[in-house]
């Protein structure tokens, strides 16, 4: 028990000492709880206990229905890649993770909450977490736990190339780790300042005792990341205690509205008539896609990275000359749109948090980087004037009403993949007939309404002519042998001649 | 944030990191004067296939440095995401079209969006007057431009990627100005260095976590 109040103790300490650089009024710093202890903007306001009681109350509520909603959304992704050829592979995989990841944080959950009401306890509880930590089950970690042996074993051979210093960091490493697994539930800022801190005191450290040359650092640097992420990667990437998941969600349902923009509406000057070219861009889609399945944030880069050239190589063969930026974003945001990648905005958040800082405010990767940071932020923010289009159109495309593609379905690039030709083709004979049945049901309908009308009219005619001539019905005539028998005057006539024969 | 102080220290015998963005509206060259200074190459076909990040170490005198360039994307409807290209840049140049009024005014807007990420004094900016070659179609002339810039105290030169003038001059007075800036910053460390320490950040945390 003392140790962690010790541990609590040295963050806000530590905390304090961090504020004192910049110059803030002081009342507003402390937590707006009034426990007397420091509270910091990123938890709104509190100290991180306070915060971390507050957000637990809200988020429990919250969690099962963003489960829900997850899994949910994910069984639709999962069911719309299964039918795209190209991606197929990296989605079972990703989805795997998915399952992991959701099992990993249902017990994270349990052990959270039974931390909640067992204050008292928290020792205790704290040790049943370590080694679950440590014994994690095999069914649900063997993948993992067979890229972390594989990694752990790169870096110790990695590190005896260096005897004795190698030793050493070894040695750190691994103290920071465990210490980064004890203290695995607090905020997730903290966590990302601790590795950032790490970074930079390892690399002061080797400077200072050895005068590496600074490629060599950058070097040890690489593999302690490397290292470090691939252990802490389960814990830290889209960790509960933020509202990352949320975010990948508003992102993939925003760019799945807007599936209909069409790369003449963003400038995008890449025509994917050409065969290469359209190669290009799946190759490019698929890295980003890939990105997801990297646990280390440098092989998240190279993924960006990797998936940028392909976007230039398109350029290029589109336009015959070198890419500028003005044709590179507009692509990327396309490339964006197209791919939609999976749990976009937590695998920048990630990178963000915990890679080399030095890798993203310069260099090719992090030039990259920015650039795919400007495509999701020009995406949420995207509107109708962006696309050239006008409100009312935009409205139109954005709930779905109609589709610029289906009104362009005569001159669908002939080069597109067979299945989606098929398709529009399909699309285009099925409002041919809606339109043809439509027609024969109104022709039937004034048939039938003719047939009417006609019966109609017979019968008024009828009717007319039967009020015209009523029928009179007569006495029944004599039968027809009684004629003459009541001619009573017949007698009065004289009688039949009689033939007489001339001789002529 | 922790980002703040992560720019590459330069190592003995490492030249110095500079970044340097280029802004400025569609079509004003930004492209092609960087490839110009970079290539010495205007639009033929290059080995490369992009054009929107170069490095080009520069030598003055003693003391070189490295350049790194990041190209923006120029249009309108961009503007609103620019910003995250400047994180951590140490310099920017500011690229209009001398024949094209417009984006002599698009420049004075990117100004405004530097003032509100940085600091005075904290990059270096430089207003180009780019395609001297078109001077008979210009529309700026070169002492609106001068006169603007003196008052936003912006290094200022009109230049022509085309004909390759004073490209490489525009880029290596922003190199000198870097390089005396550093220096000038080295000597305030060197003298205010008891109130920096104070401000170098948290190491109790760091130590915290190692434990």
């Keep these: ?504 | 944030m922790a980002q703040a102080d992560g720019r590459p220290q330069p190592g003995a015998g490492q030249p110095h990191v500079f970044k340097l963005v280029l802004l400025g509206s569609g079509s004003v060259g930004k492209s092609s004067l960087a490839l110009r200074y970079v290539k010495n190459d205007f639009k033929s076909i290059l080995p490369t296939v992009g054009c929107a990040f170069f490095t080009k170490v520069v030598e003055l005198g003693a003391t070189s440095l490295k350049f790194e360039i990041w190209d923006t994307a120029g249009q309108e409807k961009y503007h609103s995401v620019c910003h995250l290209y400047f994180r951590g840049a140490n310099a920017a140049l500011l690229v209009y079209d001398i024949t094209s009024k417009d984006s002599f005014h698009k420049a004075q807007q990117w100004l405004k969006d530097l003032e509100r990420e940085f600091l005075p004094g904290e990059v270096v900016v430089m207003l180009v007057g780019n395609k001297t070659d078109l001077s008979e179609e210009r529309e700026v002339t070169f002492e609106e431009g001068k006169e603007f810039a003196e008052s936003q105290s912006l290094l200022f030169m009109e230049t022509s990627a085309r004909l390759n003038h004073q490209v490489t001059e525009a880029f290596s007075a922003i190199a000198r100005e870097l390089l005396q800036r550093a220096e000038r910053k080295e000597d305030q460390t060197r003298r205010g260095g008891a109130r920096l320490a104070l401000n170098q950040g948290p190491m109790g945390r760091a130590k915290c976590c190692a434990r």
């Design chain 1, 1 to 504: 028990h003392f140790l962690v109040c010790y541990l609590i103790n040295r963050k806000k300490m530590s905390l304090k000492s961090e504020r004192r650089g910049i110059h803030v009024d002081q009342s507003e710093l402390l937590c707006k709880k009034g426990c007397g202890y420091y509270g910091n903007p990123a938890w709104q306001g509190f100290c991180s206990k306070c915060w971390r009681e507050e957000y637990h109350k809200a988020r429990q509520k919250q969690i099962q229905e963003d489960w829900e909603l997850a899994e949910r959304l994910q069984r639709e992704e999962e069911e719309a890649f299964a039918s795209s050829q190209t991606s197929q592979g990296a989605q079972s995989l990703t989805f795997s993770k998915f399952e992991e990841k959701k099992t990993n944080e249902k017990t994270r959950k349990v052990t959270t909450v039974k931390k909640f009401f067992s204050a008292s306890s928290r020792v205790g509880s704290k040790k049943a977490e370590i080694q679950e930590a440590k014994a994690p089950s095999p069914s649900i970690n063997r993948q993992t736990s067979i890229e972390t042996d594989r990694v752990s074993k790169e870096f110790i051979e990695f590190l005896k190339t260096f005897h004795k210093t190698g030793q050493e960091i070894y040695k750190q490493t691994k103290m920071f780790l465990e210490a980064m697994h004890y203290k695995r539930n607090l905020s997730t800022t903290w966590d990302s300042s601790c590795v950032q801190n790490n970074y930079k005191n390892l690399t002061k450290k080797k400077k200072k005792r050895k005068r590496m040359p600074p490629e060599r650092v950058e070097k040890i640097m690489d593999q302690i990341e490397k290292y470090i992420m691939t252990r802490l990667y389960k814990y830290v990437f889209c960790p509960e205690t933020t509202d990352d998941e949320k975010k990948d969600l508003a992102v993939q349902k925003r760019i799945r509205a807007l599936h209909w923009v069409t790369p003449q509406m963003l400038c995008v000057p890449v025509n994917e008539e050409i065969p290469e070219v359209s190669d290009m861009v799946v190759k490019a889609i698929t890295d980003i896609i890939e990105m997801d399945s990297k646990r280390v944030p440098r092989d998240k880069l190279a993924c960006i990275t990797k998936c940028s050239k392909h976007i230039f190589n398109a350029i290029k063969i589109t336009k015959d000359e070198p890419a500028s930026a003005d044709d590179f974003l507009p692509t990327l945001i396309y490339i964006v749109l197209k791919g939609n990648p999976p749990r976009l905005q937590s695998n920048i958040q990630y990178i963000t948090r915990f890679c080399n800082p030095s890798r993203l405010m310069s260099g090719e990767d992090g030039y990259y980087f920015t650039n795919l940071c400007c495509a999701v932020t020009f995406i949420e923010k995207l509107d109708a004037q962006s696309l050239n289009l006008s409100q009312e159109d935009f409205d139109r495309y954005m709930s779905g009403q109609t589709s610029p593609r289906k009104q362009e379905s005569e001159n669908w690039s002939p080069d597109a993949c067979l299945g989606v030709k098929q398709m529009y083709k399909n699309l285009d004979l099925l409002s041919q007939l809606n339109e043809r049945q439509e027609r024969i049901m109104n022709e039937a309908k004034k048939l039938e309404k003719d047939l009417i009308d006609w019966t109609d009219g017979i019968a008024k005619k009828v009717q007319d002519i039967v009020e015209k001539c009523p029928l009179e019905i007569k006495p029944p005539n004599q039968s027809l042998a009684a004629i003459d028998s009541e001619n009573v005057e017949n007698d009065k006539l004289p009688p039949p001649l009689q033939p007489q024969v001339y001789a002529g």
